[in-house]
């Protein structure tokens, strides 16, 4: 979600928009990533970046168990629908217990991006539970 950390690790995003990802919920374990839950919606920034730079991120150490799948993102600034590709954890990687300090971190970006503190309250509260 964050533009500046995937600059500063030398990428080149390009923004297309904020958007929201329904029947699709946050799960925090290490990090971050999305579960199938039918009737829930998650929220982020819908990027581009090139098949190389993909291939680069996602080969790190801590994401590489990170897995690309097709979605259908809804651009909240006018409602089309943006073909883009999610990485998540497949559900048998996802572990047990939450991170919280990379939970609080997240939240804190959710505020920053302008996404409700609703749904900065679910990051923080789904490690509560």
Do not use: W
Request: glycine share 6%.
């Amino acid at each position: 979600m964050d533009a500046n950390l995937l600059e500063d690790m030398g990428l080149h995003p390009r923004v297309v928009g904020s958007a929201e990802l329904h029947d699709f919920q946050i799960h925090i374990c290490d990090r971050a990533t999305l579960t199938p839950n039918l009737g829930s919606t998650s929220y982020g920034i819908v990027m581009e970046l090139s098949e190389n730079e993909a291939a680069a991120l996602y080969s790190k150490p801590d994401v590489r168990d990170y897995r690309p799948e097709s979605v259908n993102a809804i651009l909240i600034k006018d409602q089309s629908i943006q073909r883009s590709i999610c990485y998540n954890l497949p559900a048998d990687a996802l572990g047990s217990g939450t991170n919280a300090r990379y939970a609080e971190k997240l939240s804190a970006l959710v505020l920053e991006l302008g996404f409700s503190s609703d749904y900065a309250d679910e990051i923080t509260n789904r490690n509560d539970a």
